[in-house]
């Protein structure tokens, strides 16, 4: 069956890719207000600058999908429509909250805050813990490239992602989305919208289930070690009291119970008929080697919750719109982890079976957050646009992170105090409770100098105030719950604040109604932060230096050109050229000794680079997309290691293609037909300063086909991710901690609307 699915998908996926990402209009009202998605002179309407704007209008770099695109791309997940997005890219980690993204060389690190603002129906997501999730009932997505903290605040150097779920509607429908896969995966979406009373109270109500037993097999124990169970819902309640206000409440949750860290220590020679290391290899620290067995002797555990609520309430006043956006969220995460055979002090004994030596991780996460954004839009018909606002954000964070010893007993998890069990004697327990208060003010005004000029201004204050509370049971303990020494100062409080005004200055010339010119000039910063106290003099007993109690916070400064125009049609094209100086980049450091994870700035980073996209109607029903991305960087300074000057930075592909073809045709005068092919390449990229070693490219071809009801009613389809089964690693870490991609995945689905 695997085989027969891959060689039809492959039949039209094979050297191409991607699909044209922007095949209709995006019809919205004012923020994440959308309506319809229809072809209306082929105009693409877009909400970048806080406004409705057609995208040949606006002067940023920019990739759309409308809900079409989403449903013909089978986009599922953040990695989904990140694939077909030229110059990012995405990875998924060890559990459902450690994933990283890369925009223009913008990356994030583990345990830093991402370089991308993350906005889900007009709320801007506080967390990075809660950007992976299902996706599902969605309007539109939109990827913005380039710095965007003028209108986006701190934490948006790389872009911003524009995310807006499907609106309540006055009339009564829905649908439900059965499907079944590979990895013993199955799953259910649906969705149930209509009128509560006529014109005045409308709801829409959205779900989606999936359970998979996983793709990675765990020798020793004979059980999958990527399993996932995944329950998410929403509700959306749209009150219109007149015709000059409208009040959107909308509440969402994410449960997930899945696997957790999926690791191989390159290091550990691995006998596979015992699972236990034979032999360390200190030398082997190789980016292309993958391995997708697992030897640990307890499957890790990954439960997260996530609990959003949101209140939107919008005014009309005639010469402007007043909108105010109140928000909570709440993320609770706990996951447990063997360690074996992943720590570098482990020794060598073929007896026991799982020595003394072994050791279990826990961690733990909660983080609770109000956020408040009011906004004064002007309308869009005048020569002068402009917006005024304010955002206030509160954040509570607690994270605690223990080793203990592993006699066999299974895993204990280890919350916001150390639990002595001798089952799993504590050794470590490193935690602190942080407080985050920021506020912000911002503006953005454009002006129509000519016809075909538009001047256009924005700017944006952030102030981030940190406080660092070190609980006070932080410490080692001997395994029979004494405490025998202090790690970092248990009971301090630490205290930092971070702040910038973010410019942007920004030029458009439209010589005719059919192109764009721009020019932009801006700068940004992502908010610093603390690693957990005492790390620092933990990394610098293990020979790795300059780290400190507080990261400093990250700037950057960047200069852009660009271009978009309509070739006729559904045709068009777009490019930028685009240079940022970076200082204070957050470099991850994982000391497997002691289990200890830091950061570490870069002083300063030169990132320089150019993109292209073009989509084309190439016959009727035949729809292409390219796109391609060259990113070049250099580390220019770097205090803790002056030596790597010269040296690429980490974590950035030097290129990503993005290409692809659909083809959607009537079978008889029911039913249509489609077929497409998706292909991704992420260019060759070193995971370290030192640039010890890089990940080869890697080509990633996904396939989808069907059949529909041509009056909507119905669909069957069969997709597949990574068809061609690439091999690699989608993430390592320095010292060999690799985490493999996954494999090729298969999945049919039958969708009934009404």
Known sequence: MKKLLRTTLATTALGIGGILTV????????????????????????????????????????????????????????????????????????????????IRGLSQTRNGEPPVAVVVDDVLQSNARSFDQPLFDLESVEVLRGPQGALYGRNATGGAIIINTKMPSNDFGGYVNLHAGTGDEYGAEMSVSGPIIDDKILFRVSGKYVDRGGYFDNVFLGKKADYLEDIALRAHLRILPSDMVTIDLRGSLVRTDAGSLNFTYQPAIIDPATGLPTAFDFSINDANLVARDFYANNLGLDNRDIDQLSLRVNFDLGFADLKFVSAYDKITQSTGSDQFPYSAASQITPSPAFPFFDATQSQYFDIETFSQEVRLTSKSDTAFRWMVGGYYLDTSRFVSSSIMSDLEQGIIRITREPVFNPSNPLTSFIADDNNNEAWALFFNAAYDLTDRLELSVAGRYDRDKRVQNVDPGQGAYDGAGNFIAA????????????????????????????????????????????????????????????????????????????????????????GAVYKTDLSNAPYFVFIGAVSAQVLVPIDEIDIFGVEFEGSAELADGLTAYLGFSITDSKIKQYSVNPALVGNKAPYIANNTINAGIQYRTDISSSLGFFIRGDFENRGRQFWDPENSSARSAIQLVNGRVGLEDLDGRWSFTISGTNIFDEVYNSELVTGGYAHAGQPDAFRAALRFNF
Do not use: C
């Open 23 to 102: 095949p209709s209009a995006i019809a919205q009202d004012a923020g994440y207000e959308a309506t319809e998605s229809a072809f209306d002179d082929n105009v693409i309407v877009v909400t970048a600058r806080g406004r409705n704007e057609s995208l040949l209008d606006v002067p940023i770099s920019e990739t759309v999908f409308d809900a079409q695109a989403i449903a013909d791309a089978n986009i599922q997940r953040v990695d989904d429509f990140i694939a077909l997005t030229t110059g990012v890219t995405f990875s998924n980690s060890q559990d459902a909250g450690t994933n990283f993204i890369s």
């Open 487 to 574: 790690v970092g100062q248990p009971g301090a409080t630490n205290r930092a604040t971070f702040d910038l005004f973010q410019p942007k200055v920004t030029l458009r010339y439209q010589p005719s109604d059919a192109a764009t010119f721009y020019a932009s000039w801006g700068k940004g910063f992502r908010s610093g932060q603390f690693n957990q106290n005492g790390v620092g003099a933990i990394a610098a007993g293990a020979g790795v230096n300059g780290v400190a109690d507080v990261l400093d916070q990250e700037e950057t400064e960047t200069m852009e050109a660009g271009f978009r125009a309509k070739l006729g049609g559904r045709s068009s094209i777009s």
